[in-house]
């Protein structure tokens, strides 16, 4: 009674979850139809009301990124053009028109260089999604696996040390793409960077309405969070500046 009792609970989850992403998927179907018939504003929304129920795909933050390019809301669209290139980084598509749409932020500040080694971690990092390199990872580690056993079965010295050679090279390159997925994960999961999503605020000195004025951010800007006091996040430029906002001026990546 107990086995049957399981099976019926599971069945009922299975059949909900097929529930849930059959309405997701309808209604992620609308918003595309919308989108196609120049109903953008419409399309928005019925996108974030995916995007709310918790679906998550680089197609769908692509979709919702044009479709606030096409509304003019421009620090909208790179957020999610952005949230789209955390998911899928070698997407032509989505850093052609993130590139572009750049080009449409005002007085966008220069970036500052970071030092070569990790600039060059950094970019073969995000050559592939967290997946790839999980999985990977993996694949290497099962081969290492597959490597060492046939070290200890060998009769040779030489055929010992030959496998045993190729056995850490390969566990060499899967705690590398190991340490890929994690890096790639916590720069997704830190929430340590945000897009400014209004049109133009004056940045201050400290987290207080009376502070000095020090410079103005406009939408579009990409900034990284250093820190939170109350309402307000401490904020530093891509040129290395830093001034006090409000959260509620940013939508946090």
């Known amino acids: 009674m107990r086995k049957i009792t399981y099976?019926?609970?599971?069945?009922l989850l299975s059949v909900s979850m097929f529930a849930d992403n059959n309405t997701v998927n309808q209604t992620f179907s609308q918003a595309n139809a919308l989108y196609s018939q120049n109903k953008f504003k419409e399309a928005a929304k019925l996108y974030e009301q995916t995007i709310?129920?918790?679906?998550?795909?680089?197609?769908?933050?692509?979709?919702?990124?044009?479709?606030?390019?096409?509304?003019?809301?421009?620090?909208?669209?790179?957020?999610?053009?952005?949230k789209a290139k955390m998911l899928s980084p070698?997407?032509?598509?989505?850093?052609?028109?993130?590139?572009?749409?750049?080009?449409?932020?005002?007085?966008?500040?220069?970036?500052?260089?970071?030092?070569f080694p990790v600039r060059i971690f950094q970019q073969i990092t995000f050559m592939?999604?967290?997946?790839?390199w999980g999985l990977w990872s993996l694949i290497l580690f099962i081969v290492f696996l597959g490597l060492m056993?046939?070290?200890?079965?060998?009769?040779?010295?030489?055929?010992?040390?030959?496998?045993?050679?190729f056995a850490s090279f390969i566990f060499f390159f899967s705690l590398i793409s190991f340490i890929f997925m994690q890096y790639?994960?916590?720069?997704i999961n830190a929430h340590n960077t945000g897009v400014v999503i209004s049109k133009e605020i004056i940045a201050k000195s400290s987290p207080d309405d009376g502070a000095a004025n020090l410079f103005k951010v406009y939408e579009g800007y990409k900034v990284k969070i250093e820190n939170k006091?109350?309402?307000?996040?401490?904020?530093?430029?891509?040129?290395?500046r830093k001034a006090w906002i409000k959260q509620k001026y940013l939508m946090i990546l």
């Not at 592939?128 to 790839?132: A, I, L, N, T």
């Open 149 to 165: 056993y046939l070290y200890f079965i060998a009769k040779n010295s030489k055929g010992k040390k030959l496998r045993l050679l």
């Open 229 to 240: 006091n109350g309402n307000w996040c401490e904020i530093t430029l891509t040129d290395g």
């Open 128 to 132: 592939k999604s967290s997946g790839f």
């Open 90 to 115: 070698n997407d032509v598509d989505v850093n052609y028109n993130l590139e572009l749409t750049k080009l449409r932020v005002k007085n966008l500040p220069p970036e500052v260089p970071k030092i």
């Open 52 to 82: 709310s129920e918790g679906f998550i795909s680089p197609e769908l933050f692509y979709n919702t990124a044009n479709t606030y390019y096409r509304l003019n809301k421009i620090g909208k669209a790179i957020y999610y053009y952005e």
């Open 184 to 187: 790639q994960m916590y720069q």
């Open 7 to 11: 099976i019926s609970l599971l069945l």
